[in-house]
């Protein structure tokens, strides 16, 4: 008798998922001093009279017909059997605010595409979701992969395109790479660690200035540290210590344990003792 399949589940960045598709589901054309918008395969139109862009929209018919196909193809590489969607907290209650106001704030002037929220209300109405309080869906993503009890039978795979999903334990899809790979903890807590020293522009956290990955790597590899922490703190040594703990705080995406669901409030990542 042939062994029965593991039941795969998957765990979907509803985010980005989101995010790319109202992207796709618009289109810039320039008109010189002013930029237009229109779906794919319309003709651009001119600015409006009060010179205001035309914006063209796909429509959310068409919106859930892209998100269902994007969830289909990720169900297709990993052989997945079911999956739940994260999504972040909407809104500023974002744990991370609490231990650097700055965090993300290099974003606030970032165009956001104009059918996102409509993408995230569609996840919403038609799929499983999972979204919480003060969290991002990359801490929705990494405390339920890690959480022993949450379907310990299946193999939960966590589907994401951003790097920062590395720090966490289990089994990683990335659509970009296109293959699912095994992340050892040992592996994700190193990234952590490196993450800790290189901060993320993106996010908008600095880490230890003019401390890059190779920086990075030749501490973490240094045979001269008890621990990774030693490590991290032998590159921000003439920085505060604060500094470091924020880094490492904010760089620590949760993992089962550090967020209680009664009383929506997280355990920050400590240094081992």
């Known amino acids: 008798m042939s062994k029965s399949k593991q039941r795969v589940t998957l765990l979907i960045d509803g985010d980005i998922l989101a995010f790319q598709v109202a992207v796709r589901s618009q289109k810039s054309f320039d008109f010189g001093d ?23 929209l796909k429509g959310e018919a068409d919106v859930l017909h892209d998100l ?12 997945g059997d079911d999956f739940y969607i994260c999504l972040s907290c909407p809104g500023k209650d974002n744990w991370r605010l609490k231990v650097l106001p700055s965090y993300k704030a290099n974003r606030k002037d970032t ?14 109405k038609h799929y499983r979701v999972l979204e919480f309080p003060k969290l991002e869906a990359d801490d929705v993503m990494g405390i339920f992969s890690t959480d022993p ?29 296109g ?11 190193r990234y952590h660690m490196s993450q800790a020293i290189t901060g993320d522009a993106v996010d908008g956290y600095p ?11 030749e501490a973490l590899s240094s045979p001269d540290f008890d621990s990774s922490w030693e490590a991290v703190l032998s590159v921000y040594y ?26 929506k409030k997280v355990r920050l990542w400590e240094p081992p003792k």
């Open 111 to 124: 165009v956001r595409p104009q059918l996102l929220e409509v993408a995230k209300d569609l996840l919403r």
């Open 238 to 263: 003439r920085k505060p210590y604060q500094e470091a703990l924020a880094s490492a705080r904010i760089s620590n995406i949760l993992r089962h344990g550090q967020y209680d669901f009664k009383k």
């Open 179 to 189: 293959k699912v790979e095994r992340i050892t903890e040992e592996g994700a807590d």
């Open 207 to 217: 880490g230890c200035p003019g401390a890059g990955k190779v920086a990075a790597e």
């Open 149 to 177: 009890e949450f379907l310990p039978d299946n193999k939960k795979i966590v589907v994401s395109i951003d790097k920062d999903l590395r720090t966490i334990p289990g089994w990683l899809y990335n659509p970009n790479i």
């Open 34 to 56: 002013n930029e237009g918008f229109t779906e794919e395969g319309a003709e651009p139109t001119q600015p409006t009279e009060d010179n205001q862009p035309a914006v063209y």
């Open 68 to 79: 269902a196909e994007a969830i289909d193809g990720y169900m297709q590489a990993t052989d």
